[in-house]
């Protein structure tokens, strides 16, 4: 087999499950500073509880984001080292900043954290926990910065066939990445909600310890409601700003073949990417001109116009990317995405009401927690697909990024080395997160609370 | 100095940090089975580097990331060319964060045994997986006129290499060793130290061993005449008063010893390669260098004024959490002991 095929297939078994748990770091962490400092603020011992049964699953989860990450940081000079050259002298720059700023924090402070509830002063121990919030917080920003110059170079000059930093303004400022970093952000936030209220769905379906979990059911969906949105409006933003940079991209996401002025939206659409044809399609008409340009009247040039543009440009070559995947998985996100809104908007109308724990809503809600997954996934690989044949938009194909020396058995080796791991480590993960997230659990894991304090400790 | 000299300075450093740091908690992990008695022992010693042990392991994050923004064709070449290695230490990773932090999560004997061979293997394998790797980088492997790595596996795993992977693990082994002398219960601390006490002689033959044998495999002695420099015979004599030390009881002493013969071997290794950072044994023309192999001036100057302002602030957040958690892991702070 090809090594090429099996080092992408690698890429994209290992970082779709890295993306797993990165959100949630990232949402949760947040959530869990908010209720202690929701302790610390009021004494009251229910938030202290909250904050300690949400901090035991944000631990869980944060340790394989962390382990994954490395598998990622490796991979590039690994399996893509034609790629490392090409873009090290920029990429290499917010890769390094992410580790320098943001992973040292999270991880001191997760560790003073963890271990120091019983040595350091409340202050300290709440500042602790808002510190690797923020480490992933800035995390996310510095390695968006690293993707969003793959969708959109800035600041370079090519020499000797490599890029060159010319302006580092231009990279850390990158326009993609005012757009990508809000809407990836918020999503994660969404996620973190979204799990908070799904889980707190279950024990309140159960009657288990009501108050808490109310209370938690309720900054949850606070967070989903104005996440939610948001993504919504800077994924909007993000993708006129496709429409701009990568019109293939978003011709791809439309299945639009053939220009359109208006453009209309698809919703359904059987793909044949060999004869470059769709068929049974149900549009929206105007739609996509809104989408791509904020108004209804617009051209939307189609694959087949930009593919031939590309050749002009470029030479002779496939410059469609796989359009079924990106078009499906754009929907799917999509999709999802209204969906949390439309949840989270009927949990803010029923909590106004005070019928917040309905058993339809709450069952709803437990659904809900396993679909921001999907939703993450799906936009990574619309995103990603769509700038296929190219690794970095315009300047370097797929193909020529890959370990030239690195052969097929090896590349075969790790990756399904890494697959059959990460599968068992899911299925571990899944399983601790089920005990210690469950009603009963949560009652037994109470009292073994009480005592000394360092249960967070190994 | 150059601003790339400064950069593979910089790198250096980072290796170095993660070697000193790391160094104790692969050899804590190493020494899991063989300094406790019992569970409560077993938690004892992995609590003395809980809350540390990962942010140790960002020193090599930091040192990946700085390689591949400084000098991308030394990242390149060297995680191409050192590939199942690097897959190996990986994994190694995994099993050994995974066994921290998930051990305690369930109150079952069977599970806490599987993390504990996920600890002991996962810092057992990466301790010894460095050491081969810095021997061959200093030892030199098949690059060839398009900075390719063209050796195998088995390039890799010549006997030198082997030896450096051996003295690699060794000297982890004491120095976490005399790391929980300093850390753990008082019962703990002492099995620990007369362990130390019996590692040291056949880690000072292996080091023997392998001090001999770099003569005729490196060029790191050679390249200055017959007398090893000052730094090679410092690192020799932190080793042999790491042992003295251990047996006066001279605990923090003890352990800062064996912390600087890692610096310093370290040290040795950097600057015998300087200033190539990765020498072909193809044939010198093929040498990666600090300034064939880096980034261009601009990339070098951003960086420089990032880990200027940031260096500092992570070393003293870092030395705070230190300073947090200096006391011993005392039995009585184990819940349910």
Known sequence: MDPLILARWQFGVTTAYHYIFVPLTIGLGLIVAIMQSFHYRTGNDMYDRMARFWGKLFVINFALGVVTGIVQEFQFGMNWSEYSRFVGDIFGIPLAIEALMAFFLESTFLGVWLFGRDRLPKAVHLLSIWLVALGSLVSAIWILMANSWMQQPVGYAIVDGRARLSDPVAVFLNERLLVEAPHTILAALTTGGLFVLGISAWHLLRRHEREMYLRSSQIALVVVAVAGLLTATSGHAQAQHTARTQPMKLAAMEALWNSEQPASFSLFATIDQKDGTSAREIKLPYLLSVLAYNNTTSEVKGIHALEAEDVAKYGPGDYVPPVAVVYWTFRGMVGLGVLFILLSLTGLVLWWRGHLERRWFLRLAIVSLFLPYLANVAGWITTEMGRQPWVVQGLLRTASAVSPNVGATEVAVTFIGFTLLYGILAVLDFYLLYRFARPVAAARQGQHDSGLGDVFAY | ?337
């Open chain 2, 1 to 337: 100095m150059d601003i790339n000299t400064i950069w593979y300075a910089l790198i250096a450093v980072l290796f170095i940090g993660y070697f000193f740091l790391e160094g104790f908690d692969f050899g804590v992990g190493i020494l899991l089975p063989f300094v406790t008695r019992d569970d409560t022992d077993r938690r004892i010693v992995i609590n003395t580097v809980g809350p540390f042990w990962d942010a140790n392991e960002v020193w090599l994050i930091t040192a990946g990331g700085a390689m591949f923004a400084a000098f991308p064709d030394w990242y390149a070449t060297l995680f191409s060319g050192f590939y199942l290695p690097l897959f190996a230490i990986l994994v190694a990773l995994i099993l050994r964060a995974v066994g921290f932090e998930f051990r305690g999560k369930l109150d079952d004997a069977r599970w806490r045994r599987a993390a504990d061979t996920a600890i002991v293997v996962g810092s057992t394998l990466p301790a010894f997986l460095w050491g081969v790797a810095i021997t061959n980088l200093v030892r030199g492997v098949p690059i060839g006129a398009d900075m390719q790595f063209q050796g195998s596996l088995l390039t890799l795993l010549n006997p030198f290499s082997l030896l450096g992977g051996l003295v690699s693990i060794s000297v982890f082994a004491l120095h976490g060793a005399l790391f929980l002398n300093l850390r753990a219960d008082e019962v703990v601390a002492e099995r620990s130290r007369l362990l130390a006490l019996r590692l040291w002689w056949p880690s000072a033959v292996v080091l023997l061993a392998f001090f001999v044998f770099s003569y005729s495999q490196t060029d790191l002695f050679t390249r200055s005449g017959l007398v090893p420099g000052t730094l090679p015979v410092l690192a020799m004599i932190m080793f042999v008063a790491s042992t003295v030390l251990a047996r006066l009881r001279w605990n923090g002493w003890a352990f800062a010893t064996t912390g600087l013969t890692i610096v310093l071997a370290t040290v040795v290794a950097f600057e015998g390669l300087y200033p190539r950072v990765m020498p072909s044994s193809l044939g010198k023309a093929f040498d990666l260098t600090v300034y064939n192999a880096s980034s261009s001036p601009l990339t070098l100057r951003v960086m420089l004024v990032v880990a200027i302002v940031f260096v500092p602030i992570v070393l003293a957040y870092q030395g705070y959490s230190y300073w947090v958690f200096r006391r011993r892991v005392t039995r009585r702070s184990i819940p349910g002991s």
